[in-house]
């Protein structure tokens, strides 16, 4: 059984929310305009837990004629787009909105390579922003997952050393296992309340 005084920490796309078919559709549709193809599975190997500069460096070569100033402005459009098509029809599940409530006793953060700005009103909408004792966003660290940066941060800020760390991808469990916490992959969002269920009876 989990000690109440643990942290359970959660990735926000592909775990709370299920916004990575969102985020695939959208880079799909820019670096199109590059010339370049992005099928889901190749979004999945690279593209889940990490930051956008880093999928821009991964997709530089391979876009032809591409302007970096031009590329920052319309990443800001493919950000707005998930933003107003999550704000329009939720991407966080009722059954992880009751999960997180039913999880007062313990100490809970949230850490996403996601932007603030494309995160939190989400989390306000869906009535669960509150919930977090602490959070970290993408543009809180200078060093993204997989570097540990993230969760040490996120452990200062909740005041533990340690807990458990719910994450889809590779670099996000790479992330909290150098920091000290342990993983647990969450293949789909939906399969989220019953991970935690299984943690916490132990």
């Known amino acids: 059984m989990v000690d109440v005084r643990e942290a359970l920490v959660f990735d926000y796309d592909g775990v709370v929310a299920n916004t990575e078919p969102l985020h695939w559709k959208s880079w799909a549709i820019l670096l199109s305009r590059y010339g370049v193809e992005l099928p889901w599975e190749e979004y999945c190997r690279i593209g889940r837990g990490v930051s956008d500069r880093q999928m821009y460096e991964h997709f530089r070569a391979r876009m032809s004629g591409v302007d970096e100033g031009e590329f920052i402005r319309q990443n800001s459009e493919r950000k707005r787009l998930v933003r107003e098509l999550s704000l329009k029809a939720s991407p966080i599940a009722p059954q992880t909105i009751a999960l997180l409530k039913s999880l007062e006793d313990h100490r809970l953060g949230l850490v996403t390579s996601s932007e603030r700005a494309d995160v ?75 991970l935690v269920k299984r943690i916490i009876r132990g």
């Open 120 to 194: 939190k009103p989400i989390l306000q909408a869906a009535g669960i922003s509150e919930l977090f004792d602490a959070m970290v966003f993408g543009d809180d660290v200078a060093a993204p997952k997989p570097s540990p940066a993230p969760y040490l941060i996120i452990a200062e800020r909740l005041g533990v050393k340690t807990g458990f760390a719910f994450e889809d991808s590779e670099a996000g469990l790479e992330s909290a296992r150098s920091a000290g916490f342990r993983s647990i992959r969450v293949e789909r969002p939906e399969d989220l309340p019953e």
